[in-house]
């Protein structure tokens, strides 16, 4: 989802920041690679989210995954990363949905966690190891959802409102739609 037209001088990557509010998900299809988020039955999301693993290590045994396709786009490699800490970030927010009352979720910056975390010069595969064991992390929790959490509430920081329904609907397009982004099968 990081695929700007003109870099931010600050960002010394040369990656502009993504400042798009991508929560539409949850209302109509996304344009970009056709998930319907809406139609993701949210008792599947443990099962959708370990199909992708494989995709994601065949993407980091790519002998190209740390070039970008140009200077503005991202890597297969850092796209990577980035789904790793999605991983990371959203198996945080679900516990604290499903384990407290409308929690206020913290402030993640997805590009200064990028800088911070060097995606363009990870190991791939200590990446492709770090994805295997985060997603299937996220994708246990998500199967653990009972059948009386899944309205359970949460807000992001801007004031984004989801329930644990919205959060896994939301999460699956994150992951699948990186796929469609480094140009692999996404179904």
């Known amino acids: 989802m990081t695929s700007p037209q003109q870099p931010d001088p600050a960002d010394p990557s040369g990656i502009t920041p993504d400042t798009k509010d991508w929560t539409w998900v949850l209302d109509r299809p996304c344009p970009e690679c056709g998930f319907e988020a809406r139609t993701v039955d949210p008792g599947q ?7 992708t693993l494989p995709v994601w290590q065949e993407v980091l045994a790519r002998a190209d995954v740390a070039v970008r396709p140009d200077e503005h786009t991202w890597s297969p490699l850092e796209y990577a990363a980035h789904v790793r800490d999605v991983f990371a970030v959203f198996d945080v927010r679900l516990a604290s949905m499903v384990e407290g009352d409308d929690p206020l979720f913290a402030n993640w910056d997805q590009d200064a966690a990028a800088l911070a975390g060097d995606y363009e010069h990870q190991d791939p595969q200590l990446l492709a190891r770090e994805i295997a ?5 996220i994708a246990g929790r ?12 949460g807000r992001r920081s801007n004031g984004s409102v989801f329930t644990v329904r919205t959060l896994g609907q939301y999460f699956l397009h994150d992951v699948v739609h990186h796929l469609h982004d480094v140009g692999a099968p996404t179904s």
């Open 142 to 153: 998500f199967d653990a959802v009972g059948p009386d959490d899944w309205e359970r509430p």
């Open 45 to 51: 999301v443990g099962r959708a989210v370990r199909a």
């Open 133 to 137: 064991i985060g997603g299937d992390r």
